[in-house]
């Protein structure tokens, strides 16, 4: 597909997002955001140890201040949802990190869509990003109107569900704009009682103390013993907010082909995983989502789903890690230790 040098507007974008991959595209004026959701969430310190969230607060909540010149913001979205089947029991991994990493395909389809909206101006000024810059990309989707930002944090779609992953592109072109998506969540509360810890303190409010995607992905060194205790079958993230969402049922299964669950990355193989040495990790996890862990965090999650499967077998793979020169590995093992019957 290609164009011819002219004028820039919405329908022209919205023609090329979609020619370069992206599943849903919204347009929306640049300017300042709300303050309110990221300060709720400082305030209370819900954003853990995640600190990059206050440094860049300024850039956060006004786009201009990120790229000077920002008219307006294309709001992508491509969706990571296959046809459900059954899920793992024990290490399973979240839907979203089951391919390739999601930040290569995104800047591959950010760098696609860059190059025919160049075709079109050659001179283009642009600002693609895809989870690595301060951009609000949910708080920008609802504003352009691909969803609305969910009681559970996650912007929900009318026809993807949640099931979907977001990147923008800041111009300085100035675009007709789409209207906001109304919330549609209503009364419905059913994510906030099916988080294991309930780290969904209240609507729309996710606290990253609590939340065991934070703690399974981002957080480094030990996972405290109240959150190891309700992992359940998670070893990477969690979906279990998603899951039971009433938007999600029935949502239209159009994933990515590059996102597509490799062989073995829905649920993790405990007996490898318990054994991975270093090397083997950067074969088998660098290019995918849960190379996010680093080695020494898969090793603490596969010994604390160790402890959740229950099976005595696994004991000796778990004391070994009692040795562990990671002090996370060490803690984990002590309690995946006395979970399985071992002293």
């Given at each position: ?19 370069a991959g992206f599943h849903k ?112 990309e949910k708080a920008w989707a ?202």
């Open positions: 597909m290609s164009y011819v040098a002219g004028e820039m507007d919405s329908a022209f974008v919205k023609e090329a997002a979609r020619a595209v919204g347009i929306a004026r640049a300017g300042p955001l709300d303050p309110a959701p990221l300060d709720r969430v400082l305030s209370t310190g819900a954003d853990a140890d995640m600190v990059w969230l206050g440094a860049s607060r300024a850039e956060r909540l006004d786009p201009r201040r990120l790229f000077p010149g920002a008219r307006s913001v294309v709001a992508l979205a491509v969706s990571y949802l296959e046809q459900p089947g059954a899920e793992p029991k024990v290490a399973r991994v979240a839907r979203y990190a089951r391919g390739r990493d999601y930040h290569a395909v995104l800047k591959h389809r950010l760098k696609d869509l860059l190059r025919r909206l160049r075709e079109r101006d050659p001179d283009l000024r642009a600002h693609a990003s895809a989870d690595v810059a301060p951009v609000m609802a504003r352009a109107g691909l969803g609305w930002v969910g009681k559970n944090g996650c912007l929900i779609t009318t026809d993807l569900g949640s099931w979907v992953l977001l990147a923008t592109i800041l111009l300085e072109h100035e675009l007709e704009p789409d209207a906001p998506h109304p919330e549609r969540c209503g009364a419905c509360e059913a994510c906030l009682h099916a988080c294991p810890t309930r780290a969904i303190t209240e609507p729309g409010l996710v606290d990253a103390r609590r939340c065991l995607s934070f703690h399974t992905i981002e957080r480094r060194g030990p996972i405290p013993e109240e959150v190891a205790e309700r992992l359940g079958p998670w070893a990477f993230g969690c979906d279990d907010c998603q899951t039971v969402c009433p938007w999600n049922q029935g949502a239209a299964a159009r994933c990515d082909p590059e996102l597509r669950a490799r062989a073995g990355q829905s649920g993790l193989d405990l007996d490898a995983l318990l054994a991975l040495t270093f090397e083997e990790y950067r074969l088998r996890f660098w290019g995918t989502a849960l190379a996010r862990a680093r080695y020494e965090g898969l090793l603490r999650n596969a010994v604390l789903a160790a402890g959740h499967a229950g099976e005595p077998r696994l004991l000796g793979a778990v004391r070994a890690h009692l040795a562990s020169p990671f002090e996370g590995v060490r803690a984990a093992a002590r309690w995946a230790v006395a979970r399985l019957g071992g002293e």
